[in-house]
């Protein structure tokens, strides 16, 4: 049970994009975490656990979040 990170980049022709996804430990329990935007720009931050959950239930979404922007 240990917090992890994940960034994801995308580029074309016509875009640059960031994607960080974070399982981060919240006292006893872990939130997802999200930040997107422009590569080098402000990014926009969100959270995917609007309390904190128990780890295996946030690994669940962390896994599916990060899955969700790798198959595109």
Do not use: W
Request: proline fraction near 1%; charge should be positive.
């Amino acid at each position: 049970m240990k917090a992890t990170s994940t960034t994801l980049y995308f580029k074309d022709t016509k875009s640059d994009k960031q994607y960080n996804a974070s399982l981060e430990k919240f006292g006893r329990l872990f939130v997802v975490n999200f930040a997107y935007g422009k590569r080098g720009g402000n990014l926009k931050e969100g959270t995917k656990t609007h309390t904190p959950v128990a780890y295996d239930q946030a690994k669940i979404i962390y896994d599916k979040l990060v899955k969700s922007k790798t198959d595109k």
